[in-house]
């Protein structure tokens, strides 16, 4: 769940979050070093008036301010495409979950488990006695760790998104459309997500809460609904 004053992502739980925050460093160590040398550069040439000598009549330094910064979009480009390929990968689903976004709750179809479905509602802050202010759910959605998920989301009314920051998933729930993600939780734990497309006046009441547990505990809590 978020914290105040942080400045960092969640704490991963999906190896698909552990490549967007590698991703997001390596680039902002990228970008850093891109100003630095552009800032001492700028510097070094006003200081000592080269600039005629070294970018007006310097075929070199041309050359190499055109070469190197298809090296550094080289750089960024291939982890890029690594993230996208490992987020949209196609595997095949031990367990699949439909999420339908209304205004303004959620609700959760299992489709392996044609028994357990169900509505998930903010808790009023009077009824709830957690810390997550605004992000307690009357009924949490509950998937199994080490598992391979399929998530289809699709709205019941306008555009909702379905976003879990700690699990590195984020889906468009369009009415008439199924947007389906994938996502492997290598922990167990509570994650909290909202609503991430205004839909309306009640948008900031849309939590979302993900109970992982061990696939044992999971059986036993789908057998409850028979």
């Known amino acids: 769940m978020p914290t105040w004053s942080s400045l960092n992502f969640q704490d991963s739980a999906s190896p698909g979050m552990e490549q967007l925050i590698f991703f997001h460093?390596?680039?902002?160590?990228?970008?850093?070093?891109?100003?630095?040398m552009v800032g001492l550069n700028?510097?070094?040439?006003?200081?000592?008036?080269?600039?005629?000598?070294?970018?007006?009549?310097?075929?070199?330094?041309?050359i190499v301010w055109t070469i190197f910064p298809v090296f550094i979009l080289l750089s960024i480009a291939l982890p890029s495409l690594k993230a996208?390929?490992?987020?949209?990968?196609?595997?095949?689903?031990?367990?699949?979950?439909?999420?339908?976004?209304?205004?303004?709750?959620?609700?959760?179809?299992?489709?392996?488990?044609?028994?357990?479905?169900?509505?998930s509602y903010m808790l009023p802050e009077e009824n709830s006695n957690s810390i997550a202010r605004l992000l307690e759910t009357d009924n949490s959605l509950v998937l199994p760790t080490f598992s391979q998920i399929r998530v289809l989301v699709t709205g019941a009314d306008v555009i909702h998104s379905w976003t879990v920051p700690s699990l590195g998933v984020k889906a468009d729930a369009v009415p008439g459309r199924l947007n389906q993600m994938m996502m492997y939780i290598n922990r167990s734990g509570i994650f909290y997500g909202q609503c991430s497309e205004i839909c309306g006046s009640n948008h900031s009441f849309m939590p979302i809460k993900v109970e992982a547990v061990p696939m044992s505990y999971f059986v036993n809590w789908a057998m409850s609904f028979n």
């Open 25 to 36: 460093d390596f680039t902002m160590i990228v970008i850093t070093l891109i100003t630095v």
């Open 42 to 62: 700028m510097v070094f040439i006003c200081s000592y008036n080269l600039t005629n000598r070294f970018l007006l009549q310097e075929q070199l330094v041309e």
């Open 84 to 119: 996208l390929y490992l987020l949209d990968d196609p595997f095949n689903p031990s367990i699949t979950i439909k999420a339908v976004g209304h205004q303004w709750y959620w609700s959760y179809e299992y489709s392996d488990f044609p028994d357990i479905e169900f509505d």
